[in-house]
C-alpha cells in the first residue's frame, strides 16, 4: 500500500508544508522512539487538518495519541471553541507529548488521558462529532462499540491502518498476527454494519471513513 517515491515526494512538494512544530516531532521520533512510522506524517496530517475543516466538529476522539501528530492537524483544523479529547495507553509518552502540546498555538483546543480508551471514554462527559480510532489493532471493535453511541447521526468515525500495510489480503498474517486479524476483523464487522455508510481510502496504511447514519 506505500506509494512510490517519486510520487510520495511529487505530492508533498505540492500540498502545503508542514508545519514547523510537526517537523520538529517527526524528527524526535526518529531520533527517541522505536517506531516512529507509527507518526500519520506529512500527507495523512494534512488530509486530517482538511477534513476537520470540512466537518467542523465541536468535540473530537482520538484513540491512540502515539507522540500526538494527528492529534496536533486535527487540533489545526477545528474551530478555536472546539476541542479534541485524545487518549494514549503509553505512559512512558506522556511527558514527550505534553511537551509538543504545550508548544503548539492550539494547545487550548486539546486534553491529554493516560490510560485506556475502554475506561476512560464513558467518564467523558460529552458525546463527540468526530473520533480518530488509531490505537491497539487489535481492540478496533472494541474502541468502535465504545463510541458508537456517543456520536451523533451525521457524525463521523475514520479508522487508520485499515489494509494494515497490505496484511489484510495475506492470508498467513491474518491466521498468525493478532494485529492484522484485529484489522481484518474490524473490517468485516463495519461492512455489515448497516447503522452507517463506510469507504476505505488507500491513504498510507489505509484510511476508513466512517458515517453513522441510524442508531439502530
Known amino acids: 500500500m506505500k506509494l512510490s517515491t517519486e510520487i510520495e515526494t511529487y505530492i508533498q512538494a505540492h500540498i502545503d508544508e508542514e508545519p514547523e512544530i510537526l517537523q520538529e516531532l517527526n524528527r524526535q521520533a526518529h531520533l527517541t522512539v ?3 512510522r507509527m507518526l500519520s506524517g506529512h500527507l495523512q496530517g494534512r488530509i486530517l487538518k482538511t477534513f476537520m475543516r470540512m466537518i467542523r466538529p465541536h468535540h473530537v476522539l482520538e484513540i491512540g495519541t502515539y507522540l500526538g501528530y494527528s492529534a ?12 479534541i479529547d485524545t487518549i494514549e495507553i503509553n505512559d512512558e509518552l506522556q511527558h514527550k ?5 504545550s508548544a503548539s498555538e492550539h494547545a487550548q483546543k486539546i486534553h491529554l488521558h493516560i490510560g485506556n480508551a475502554v475506561d476512560i471514554i464513558p467518564n467523558i462527559p460529552y458525546n463527540f462529532d468526530v473520533v480518530f ?3 491497539n ?3 478496533y471493535i ?3 462499540n465504545c463510541v458508537f453511541n456517543k456520536i451523533p447521526c451525521g457524525g463521523f468515525i475514520i ?3 485499515t489494509l494494515w500495510d497490505g496484511h489484510v489480503i495475506e492470508q498467513e498474517s491474518i491466521t498468525t498476527n493478532a494485529q492484522t486479524k484485529g484489522i481484518v476483523d474490524f473490517n468485516e464487522f463495519i461492512k455489515t454494519d448497516e447503522r452507517v455508510e463506510k469507504v476505505i481510502l488507500p491513504i498510507r496504511d489505509g484510511l476508513t471513513i466512517i458515517e453513522k447514519i441510524k442508531n439502530s
Open 34 to 36: 522505536i517506531h516512529p
Open 133 to 135: 480510532i488509531d490505537g
Open 72 to 83: 496536533l492537524c486535527i487540533a489545526e483544523g477545528i474551530p478555536n471553541d472546539a476541542t
Open 142 to 144: 472494541d474502541y468502535y
Open 159 to 161: 479508522a487508520d491502518n
Open 97 to 101: 507529548i505534553q511537551q509538543f502540546f
Open 137 to 139: 489493532k487489535r481492540h
